[in-house]
């Protein structure tokens, strides 16, 4: 998908205001609001590509099945596995969260 595919479904999705997308992590499907990522203090470049629990102060490990708890998880988009499942030029991301 093109970068320019993917902000027009974005905003078909959830309208022009971008603070209020929403991106499901593809391992613990926690959904996060861009707004999320920006309270949590997180990167603006983390939104729909890393868990936003990486930058709360209370998340589970990514990868750790044991851990039951429903809340979001540390998983890191650049890390050793990657599970992003969508392409936008080159680049995987998080899919939306609708």
């Avoid at 603006?44 to 429903?70: H, I, L, Y």
């Avoid at 979001?72 to 939306?96: H, M, R, S």
Wanted: charged share 25%; hydrophobic share 40%; aromatic share 12%.
């Amino acid at each position: 998908m093109t970068r320019d595919e993917w902000l027009n479904l974005g905003e078909k999705l959830f309208g022009k205001d971008v603070m209020q997308w929403k991106f499901k992590c593809p391992y613990c499907g926690h959904i996060a609001t861009v707004a999320d990522y920006k309270k949590a203090v997180a990167p603006s470049s983390a939104a729909g590509f890393s868990c936003v629990g990486r930058w709360m102060p209370v998340c589970k490990e990514a990868f750790d099945d044991k851990d039951k708890r429903k809340i979001p998880c540390n998983y890191a988009g650049g890390g050793l596995i990657q599970i992003n499942p969508v392409d936008v030029d080159g680049t995987k991301v998080f899919e939306f969260g609708v």
